[in-house]
């Protein structure tokens, strides 16, 4: 399995257990990030701790799923980001278009 789903009070949480957030592991991403939100959920939390790198299939599905749960009137927050990805998301201009946090207090704090 590439991914932990769990439903918390306020949101749900994905944790990527995957290295790498690729073309290979994209596609599934975006399709769990569809049913959470057609099941009523506009808040997701995604831990990316375990994730030390991600090629654009991967950011374009972090995008995918904040304008989602925009489009829910929800939140889209990610934790745990490596140097690597952090720098990636700066060089794009992700920075300012995505929710991030340092620790999952600090995201959960953005659901209350």
Same mark, same amino acid.
């Not at 949480?13 to 790498?20: A, F, H, R, T, Y």
């Not at 994209?26 to 769990?32: D, I, N, Q, T, V």
């Not at 959920?41 to 972090?62: A, F, T």
């Given at each position: 399995?590439?991914?932990?789903?769990?439903?918390?009070?306020?949101?749900?949480?994905?944790?990527?257990?995957?290295?790498?957030l690729?073309?290979? *592991?994209?596609? #599934?991403?975006?399709?769990?990030? $569809?049913?959470?939100?057609?099941n009523?959920?506009?808040?997701?939390?995604? %831990? +990316?701790?375990?994730?030390?790198?991600?090629?654009?299939?991967?950011?374009?599905?972090?995008?995918?799923?904040?304008? *989602?749960?925009? #489009?829910?009137?929800?939140?889209? $927050?990610?934790?745990?980001?490596?140097?690597?990805?952090?720098?990636?998301? %700066? +060089?794009?201009?992700?920075?300012?278009?995505?929710?991030?946090?340092?620790?999952?207090?600090?995201?959960?704090?953005?659901?209350?």
């Open positions: 399995m590439n991914f932990s789903i769990q439903k918390e009070e306020s949101y749900t949480s994905i944790k990527v257990l995957n290295e790498k690729d073309s290979l *592991l994209a596609p #599934g991403f975006k399709s769990e990030l $569809v049913v959470i939100v057609e009523g959920e506009k808040n997701i939390l995604v %831990d +990316l701790s375990s994730c030390h790198s991600c090629d654009s299939s991967g950011m374009s599905v972090l995008s995918f799923g904040n304008r *989602l749960c925009n #489009g829910a009137n929800g939140k889209f $927050v990610l934790y745990g980001l490596s140097k690597q990805i952090k720098e990636m998301m %700066d +060089l794009i201009g992700f920075d300012s278009l995505l929710s991030v946090t340092h620790t999952k207090a600090e995201a959960k704090k953005l659901f209350l």
